[in-house]
């Protein structure tokens, strides 16, 4: 069974500071990725990081940045000095197996509101 | 270069109705999956569509079809409508081609569904 983990329903932080979104997953296999997807209000589901299972690096982009840590079963996601903009619901998700296309299972999603 | 478009971006419908919600993938992808997102909760798949056949299916019920078109675009299907099937309908595209990963998905905007 496949599943996604996101504890944190809603957070709320002040325009500036870091905020960490959690997510945990659970899957039989020893090859997946993982996924961030950001959801505006415009409902559309943007495309973040993807990651799979054997790379184990954390990335950085602008001020994104990712920790895979299979150990704990985690891909957490930290927005550094947080913006106005970078409010919305963050989704992480799990895509089992290399074949192409293969379905996401998504998490229920958390939701951000940074506070000018 | 046009990115997922949907149509209807919002749709009201009465339980028992049918409904077709109509999609067409970003340029050069062949591939179109359908997810139902619920309020609150994290999009889930319905099902795939590739070459104009249904390739993958999620937990969805058969009053939930869909086609796929010759020229990629895509048709989902609700029959005898339920309140519960008041959601966001998200449809995503993307290359498989025999792709040996899975390719980011790209979202549409979503179709809004309420079912009165």
């Known amino acids: 069974a496949q599943k996604v983990t996101q504890a944190q329903t809603e957070i709320s932080v002040v325009e500036k500071e870091d905020v960490t979104l959690d997510c945990v997953y659970e899957?039989?296999?020893?090859?997946?990725?993982l996924f961030w997807y950001k959801q505006p209000p415009s409902g559309e589901l943007v495309f973040l990081i993807r990651?799979?299972?054997?790379?184990?690096q954390n990335e950085i982009s602008g001020r994104y940045s990712w920790n895979f840590q299979k150990s704990t079963s985690s891909f957490n996601f930290t927005i550094t000095a947080s913006q106005v903009v970078d409010s919305a619901v963050y989704f992480c998700?799990?895509?089992?197996?290399?074949?192409?296309?293969?379905?996401?299972?998504f998490g229920k999603g958390t939701r951000l509101s940074v506070i000018a | 270069d046009a990115g997922v478009t949907q149509s209807p971006t919002h749709l009201i419908k009465t339980r028992g109705q049918q409904v077709t919600l109509r999609c067409s993938p970003k340029s050069g992808h062949d591939t179109v999956s359908w997810y139902q997102q619920a309020l609150g909760q994290g999009p889930q798949f319905i099902f795939q569509y590739y070459e104009e056949e249904e390739r993958q299916r999620g937990n969805f019920p058969d009053r939930f079809s869909g086609h796929q078109f010759p020229n990629y675009s895509s048709e989902l299907n609700v029959n005898a409508l339920l309140l519960g099937d008041s959601a966001l309908y998200l449809c995503?595209?993307?290359?498989?081609?025999?792709?040996?990963?899975?390719?980011?998905?790209?979202f549409g905007n979503g179709t809004r569904l309420t079912v009165t």
């Open positions: 990651r799979n299972s054997f790379d184990e």
């Open positions: 995503a595209s993307s290359l498989r081609q025999g792709s040996s990963y899975n390719s980011p998905l790209h």
């Open positions: 998700a799990l895509s089992e197996k290399y074949s192409g296309n293969t379905p996401l299972v």
């Open positions: 899957t039989r296999d020893t090859t997946y990725y």
